[in-house]
Each structure stands twice: as C-alpha cells, then as structure tokens.
C-alpha cells in the first residue's frame, strides 16, 4: 500500500486571534440572531409558523428590536445553522445548543454565514442575475487581495481586480451571439456596472462581520483575515492532492483510495472535495454510491 508523510497542520498568519477570541468576536456579530432563534426555538409551538405577522410583533416586543431587525437576525440564524426548519415548525440547530460551550461550533456558524453574505444582503435592483452571478463568482479573488495584502486596500485596486475577474469569466463562456442581433437598450457601462456591485458586495461583507469600509478602502477584520486564509488553505491542499486523484471522477477517485491506507485516502478526499462546488461534488458521489459496482 502507499504511506505518504502526513502534511503538517499549516500555522496562522502572525497576528491572528487565538480561537476563543475569533469565537468571542463571531458571537458578538450572531448576537440578535443567538437571541431571536432561542426565542424561537422556546416559543414557537409544533405546526406554528415561525416569524408569521403575530410572531414577528411578538418578538420585536420581546426583544425590544425592530420588525425589521428580527426578520434580519432571523434569516442569520437560518443561514448559520442556528435554527432548522420542518416544514412549519422552528427548532434549535445544534450549533444553538453547543453555543456557548464549542468555539468550533460557533466559528462554523459564522463561517456558513460568511459564505452566505449575498443572501445576507440583497443585491441592487435592476441588475440582471448574471452579473450578479459573475460579481459572487469573482469575490473570493477580491477576498485574497485583502487577506495578502494584511492591511487596508484601495477601492479602485479592488475595482481592477473585479472588473479582471469578470472579463475572464466572459472569455471563458465565449458568448458568440448567432443571427441578426438587435441594438442594446442603453444601460450603464461596464465600469459603472462593476462599481456598483463591488459596493454592493464590500457592503454585503461588512454586514456579515467580514471587514470595514473606510474612505475609500477596505480591511478584513480578524475574523475575515482568518477565514480567508482557510480558504485559501483548502485550495493549496487541493493542489496538492498526494496520489494525484484531485482531476479524476468520483468513481476513480474512490477506487485509486482503496489501494491506500486510512491517513492518506483521507487527504484524497478532502482534496478531492476541497476542489469541487459543494453540491456537484456530492450529486457525483451519490451517483457512484448508486451504480453497479460493489466496492463502492
């Protein structure tokens, strides 16, 4: 069988929080939401509806916020896992209940809800999805930018690099359009475009404790250095995928495992995933768990 040396555990930048402050600072920005799913979750009977017109008076009543903030501290809990809809019925997530005892828990939370930013806040109006789409797709280049560069980056710098990334993403579509094309109805330029989204987006960021906006910059707070620089992490163990499995299919890939000892298959598969869209990584494996072949 093949034994590989074991990739040593990658190390922080210097300067990054320890875990319980990255934790203290997660829950200080999930705090209305920790506070409206235990409402929830206490208050809200079987079949009841959660956040329904008399629940949401309810507990902007109770928690002295407004309809407003408990509709948005609601829709935080959901995105974080703190709180699990069954059809009609609210209950406690279990990072809600190991909430104030597991800082792992807690900084999962506010990781899926970083992940989440731009269902946290909604895009401009008037936008067509696609560029929507394309400005969600290039944030992450935006997010390395900052995390590299450890301190303050100019919005116009972060506008170079988005307008970059977008370009890209056309040229790889290669839209060709075919036949007689009708003019354009006027709309706003490119440049425009990409200045309004990367505000949008910088804002969507902020709100979910990502980093701060200043006079025309903007800095990753401790907890966005950090989770970006996972991020970028996964990446690098992705592109190092130890037995070279990370390009095939799941099918492949989980057979070139079984010829590998528990420690390194492992490593494939957390690279394999790391490389892959959560959702068609897992369609593929379920895929192959319904074939034919009996090993797998």
Request: proline content about 8%; some cysteine.
């Amino acid at each position: 069988m093949t034994t590989r040396r074991a990739r040593p555990a990658p190390r922080p930048p210097a300067g990054t929080p320890a875990p319980a402050e990255l934790a203290r600072q997660a829950r200080a920005v999930l705090a209305d939401a920790v506070r409206i799913a235990r409402w929830a979750a206490d208050g809200a009977g079987p079949g009841a509806v959660p956040l329904a017109d008399r629940a949401l008076e309810r507990a902007a009543a109770a928690m002295e916020l407004s309809p407003a903030q408990v509709r948005a501290g609601w829709d935080r809990a959901r995105l974080a896992g703190l709180i699990e809809l069954h059809g009609d019925t609210a209950r406690p997530g279990w990072r809600l209940r190991a909430w104030n005892r597991d800082d792992s828990a807690v900084l999962r939370g506010w990781v899926a809800l970083f992940d989440a930013w731009s269902l946290v806040h909604s895009s401009p109006e008037g936008i067509e999805a696609t560029a929507v789409a394309e400005a969600v797709e290039a944030v992450p280049q935006v997010l390395s930018l900052l995390q590299l560069s450890a301190g303050p980056v100019s919005v116009p710098a972060l506008l170079d690099l988005l307008a970059q990334r977008v370009a890209e993403l056309h040229e790889e579509r290669c839209e060709v359009p075919y036949g007689p094309q009708e003019p354009a109805p006027a709309t706003e330029t490119s440049a425009d475009l990409n200045a309004l989204l990367l505000d949008w987006a910088l804002e969507g960021l902020a709100a979910v404790g990502a980093l701060t906006l200043g006079a025309g910059h903007a800095t990753l707070t401790p907890l966005g250095n950090w989770a970006v620089w996972v991020k970028l992490e996964q990446i690098c163990v992705a592109a190092q995928s130890p037995a070279g499995n990370i390009e095939q299919s799941a099918a492949d890939m989980l057979l070139g495992c079984a010829r590998l000892t528990p420690g390194p298959a492992r490593a494939e598969y957390r690279a394999w995933l790391a490389a892959r869209p959560v959702g068609s990584a897992v369609a593929e494996l379920l895929a192959v768990a319904r074939g034919e072949d009996a090993l797998l």
